[in-house]
């Protein structure tokens, strides 16, 4: 696991060693345990290490092929480089260390860009290659590891996070006003956009090839739900186990000490169980807590914990998230407001104590329907399969309307479901998912800021993907909504930004792309039904996970946010939020920022996920953007 940074001299002098030292300097976090360089007429390439496989100096990077034509930084790990190694010594191919980087470059030689069809594993590369005269960049299938690239005027540059990129002179700080729209409806800012106008993410499942021409970006890979299987639910659950246990042993190879993430959930405990079978020595777990029993997993992680006799460490989070939220937020250098952030961070911190790799739970959820959205989706869909369209589009919109008027939790929820049961079920499900109400946004954005985005709307996001999806079903297409959308811009984002701060590796077995391909061919009602979510991934657990877990409730990772507004989040909240000069109040109504406030610490409304986007937005644009521009385009 490491961080990489670069940039292009074919049309731009960007400088020499200077300019990469600073890029990988802003990376320090990402692989504190050697760095190096690489630098001719054409390409500069820098790398930071975290040293996983082969502790030796013959893993450092950049790396090097033997005939010297080729170089290549990477970040990630190759989880089938075992195989694909001895595919290449059969064909005489010498290495020189035992890496998955050096296979990268090898299987590069020999097949080009074809080799990204053949590597397992999360990874982000730039390899050069000095005959092509080309600079060829990928990004693993399902997004694990991030990549940004900067495109303005010929100049080109790129790393593994906004800051590497930022860490040269002179790069423009642009702010989108179209992304500003997207963070607050999604709390992220999605594919392929960043915050700034010039910088941008290479989306999961493609490579960018550049060379004095310019550039271009490819998709080699997409996950299709048109398939579906024919064959028994019993046959399924099976292959299900076999490829679990699979794709959870390849990831416990490590020189380093390796451990697990351990919530208490179903992903999580089902991971540590199969980690237990497959490992002869105690797994370590750790965990993270909260004083709020409401959010406290805890208790249920500690049963799994002992069940399996693993060397279990626990943390629970008390009253200092006020003094750490602005080194944690720091990570994050663009605005990223998912509250799941902050146990992310702590549980990283505590796991970094005792390994240097864990394993995670992520993943079950999108592949799996396992979120309570998918509960709340299909109860909408049945009840607008009982009304004409007619009737939902004219008549419950005034209904909705009606119900805003009615006080507490039972009108917003009433005035929810009405609004989202008069539009159709693709944008049904991006009301579902947005973090913030058209009429809280109406209510807050300035009339010129609304002037400038004109007909922008966020959903148009989640409209496109489902649209693209080729699922048979509506459940398919908003899995493949959600693998796309929420779980790379929000779910990896945060693991990776948070494991990388503690300079900890963080692998998901769920998350091969071989198990998403297979969920992909089961039928909607094998992952959710009658109301079960996750059903046959809970069936392949159901020998390793107590029933009064397996089923319980399910709860996230969440944070008791309405609460740390009225308590430590208070003041730091009034300074940021109530007192800033610029920043939020470049877009929101200052005035409504306080009624908002103010209803929210006299208990007449509990508005805590809006407040902590806004937190979120503030905090970061004092950190990467203040006094900068802002524009849509």
Same mark, same amino acid.
């Given at each position: 696991?490491?961080?990489?940074?670069?940039?292009?001299?074919?049309?731009?002098?960007?400088?020499?060693?200077?300019?990469?030292?600073?890029?990988?300097?802003?990376?320090?976090?990402?692989?504190?345990?050697?760095?190096?360089?690489?630098?001719?007429?054409?390409?500069?390439?820098?790398?930071?290490?975290?040293?996983?496989?082969?502790?030796?100096?013959?893993?450092?990077?950049?790396? =090097?092929?033997?005939?010297?034509?080729?170089?290549?930084?990477?970040?990630?790990?190759? $989880?089938?480089?075992?195989?694909?190694?001895?595919?290449?010594?059969?064909?005489?191919?010498?290495?020189?260390?035992?890496?998955?980087?050096?296979?990268?470059?090898?299987?590069?030689?020999?097949?080009?860009?074809?080799?990204?069809?053949?590597?397992?594993?999360?990874?982000?590369?730039?390899?050069?290659?000095?005959?092509?005269?080309?600079?060829?960049?990928?990004? #693993?299938?399902?997004?694990?590891?991030?990549?940004?690239?900067?495109?303005?005027?010929?100049?080109?540059?790129?790393?593994?996070?906004?800051?590497?990129? !930022?860490?040269?002179?002179?790069?423009?700080?642009?702010?989108?006003?179209?992304?500003?729209?997207?963070?607050?409806?999604?709390?992220?800012?999605?594919?392929?956009?960043?915050?700034?106008?010039?910088?941008?993410?290479?989306?999961?499942?493609?490579?960018?090839?550049?060379?004095?021409?310019?550039?271009?970006?490819?998709?080699?890979?997409?996950?299709?739900?048109?398939?579906?299987?024919? *064959?028994?639910?019993?046959?399924?659950?099976?292959? !299900?186990?076999?490829?679990?246990?699979?794709?959870?042993?390849?990831?416990?190879?490590?020189?380093?000490?390796?451990? @697990?993430?351990?919530?208490?959930?179903?992903?999580?405990?089902?991971?540590?169980?199969?980690?237990?079978?497959?490992?002869?020595?105690?797994?370590?777990?750790?965990?993270?807590?909260?004083?709020?029993?409401?959010?406290?997993? /805890?208790?249920?992680?500690?049963?799994?914990?002992?069940?399996?006799?693993?060397?279990?460490?626990?943390?629970?989070?008390?009253?200092?998230?006020?003094?750490?939220?602005?080194?944690?937020?720091?990570?994050?250098?663009?605005?990223? /407001?998912?509250?799941?952030?902050?146990?992310?961070?702590?549980?990283?911190?505590? /796991?970094?104590?005792?390994?240097?790799?864990?394993?995670?739970?992520?993943?079950?959820?999108?592949?799996? @329907?396992?979120?309570?959205? =998918?509960?709340?989706?299909?109860?909408?869909?049945?009840?607008?399969?009982?009304?004409?369209?007619?009737?939902?589009?004219?008549?419950?919109?005034?209904?909705?309307?009606?119900?805003?008027?009615?006080?507490?939790?039972?009108?917003?929820? @009433?005035?929810?479901?009405?609004?989202?049961?008069?539009?159709?079920?693709?944008?049904?499900?991006?009301?579902?998912?947005?973090?913030?109400?058209?009429?809280?946004?109406?209510?807050?954005?300035?009339?010129?800021? @609304?002037?400038?985005?004109?007909?922008?709307?966020?959903?148009?996001?989640?409209?496109?993907?489902?649209?693209? *999806?080729?699922?048979?079903?509506? &459940?398919?297409?908003? &899995?493949?909504?959600?693998?796309?959308? $929420?779980?790379?811009?929000?779910?990896?984002?945060?693991? #990776?930004?948070?494991?990388?701060?503690?300079?900890?590796?963080?692998?998901?077995?769920?998350?091969? $792309?071989?198990?998403?391909?297979?969920?992909?061919?089961?039928?909607?009602?094998?992952?959710?039904?009658?109301?079960?979510?996750?059903?046959?991934?809970?069936?392949?657990?159901?020998?390793?996970?107590?029933?009064?877990?397996?089923?319980?409730?399910?709860?996230?990772?969440?944070?008791?946010?309405?609460?740390?507004?009225?308590?430590? &989040?208070?003041?730091?909240?009034?300074?940021?939020?109530?007192?800033?000069?610029?920043?939020?109040?470049?877009?929101?109504?200052?005035?409504?920022?306080?009624?908002?406030?103010?209803?929210?610490?006299?208990?007449? *409304?509990?508005?805590?996920?809006?407040?902590?986007?806004?937190?979120?937005?503030?905090?970061?644009?004092?950190? =990467?953007?203040?006094?900068?521009?802002?524009?849509?385009?």
């Amino acid at each position: 696991m490491c961080g990489i940074a670069g940039f292009s001299l074919f049309n731009f002098n960007e400088g020499g060693e200077t300019s990469l030292e600073a890029m990988h300097k802003a990376i320090h976090h990402r692989g504190p345990d050697a760095s190096g360089m690489y630098i001719d007429e054409h390409i500069g390439l820098c790398h930071r290490r975290l040293s996983i496989l082969d502790l030796s100096e013959a893993g450092n990077q950049p790396m =090097y092929s033997k005939e010297g034509d080729l170089v290549i930084v990477f970040n990630g790990e190759i $989880y089938n480089f075992l195989e694909l190694r001895a595919e290449l010594e059969n064909d005489g191919v010498i290495f020189k260390s035992h890496t998955d980087t050096e296979v990268i470059l090898e299987l590069y030689a020999r097949e080009g860009t074809k080799c990204l069809d053949k590597l397992n594993g999360m990874f982000a590369f730039a390899l050069w290659d000095k005959n092509k005269q080309e600079l060829f960049i990928a990004r #693993d299938r399902l997004g694990k590891k991030p990549l940004y690239y900067f495109n303005d005027n010929g100049r080109f540059a790129f790393g593994s996070e906004i800051k590497a990129i !930022l860490a040269l002179e002179n790069i423009p700080r642009e702010i989108r006003l179209d992304a500003v729209y997207d963070f607050f409806a999604y709390q992220y800012v999605p594919d392929p956009k960043s915050i700034f106008k010039h910088i941008h993410k290479l989306p999961p499942a493609h490579y960018l090839i550049l060379n004095k021409d310019g550039f271009s970006i490819h998709e080699y890979w997409d996950l299709s739900f048109k398939n579906t299987t024919s *064959a028994s639910e019993d046959a399924n659950k099976a292959q !299900l186990k076999t490829l679990l246990e699979k794709v959870t042993k390849q990831r416990m190879i490590s020189d380093v000490p390796l451990g @697990a993430f351990l919530s208490g959930g179903v992903d999580s405990s089902g991971v540590v169980a199969m980690m237990a079978q497959a490992s002869e020595t105690p797994v370590k777990t750790c965990t993270i807590g909260f004083d709020d029993k409401a959010f406290n997993e /805890a208790d249920f992680a500690r049963e799994i914990a002992e069940k399996y006799e693993t060397e279990h460490h626990e943390f629970t989070v008390h009253q200092n998230v006020s003094d750490r939220l602005e080194h944690i937020v720091s990570f994050f250098d663009e605005p990223f /407001a998912d509250p799941s952030l902050v146990p992310t961070f702590f549980v990283s911190e505590l /796991a970094r104590k005792a390994v240097t790799v864990a394993l995670a739970g992520d993943g079950g959820d999108e592949m799996f @329907a396992g979120y309570e959205k =998918y509960s709340i989706d299909d109860v909408e869909n049945k009840l607008r399969n009982k009304f004409p369209e007619a009737v939902r589009k004219s008549v419950f919109p005034h209904l909705a309307k009606l119900a805003g008027k009615v006080p507490g939790t039972v009108g917003k929820k @009433a005035k929810s479901l009405l609004t989202s049961l008069s539009h159709e079920p693709a944008m049904g499900f991006y009301i579902t998912n947005s973090m913030m109400t058209d009429e809280v946004w109406q209510s807050l954005v300035k009339p010129e800021v @609304a002037q400038q985005l004109a007909d922008y709307h966020p959903s148009q996001y989640t409209l496109d993907m489902y649209n693209k *999806a080729d699922g048979p079903d509506h &459940l398919s297409k908003i &899995l493949y909504t959600d693998i796309k959308t $929420y779980m790379t811009g929000d779910i990896l984002v945060k693991v #990776d930004r948070m494991s990388m701060a503690n300079s900890l590796e963080v692998r998901a077995p769920i998350l091969d $792309y071989q198990v998403a391909e297979f969920a992909a061919t089961l039928p909607s009602s094998q992952k959710y039904r009658d109301g079960e979510k996750k059903y046959l991934l809970k069936e392949v657990f159901k020998p390793f996970i107590p029933d009064s877990l397996l089923y319980r409730k399910k709860m996230g990772f969440s944070t008791p946010l309405d609460e740390w507004f009225r308590g430590e &989040l208070k003041e730091l909240s009034e300074s940021r939020l109530l007192r800033a000069q610029c920043g939020l109040n470049d877009v929101f109504d200052s005035r409504v920022i306080n009624k908002l406030w103010h209803e929210h610490q006299t208990r007449k *409304a509990d508005h805590g996920i809006v407040l902590w986007s806004m937190l979120m937005y503030q905090m970061w644009f004092e950190r =990467y953007a203040l006094a900068q521009e802002v524009t849509q385009q």
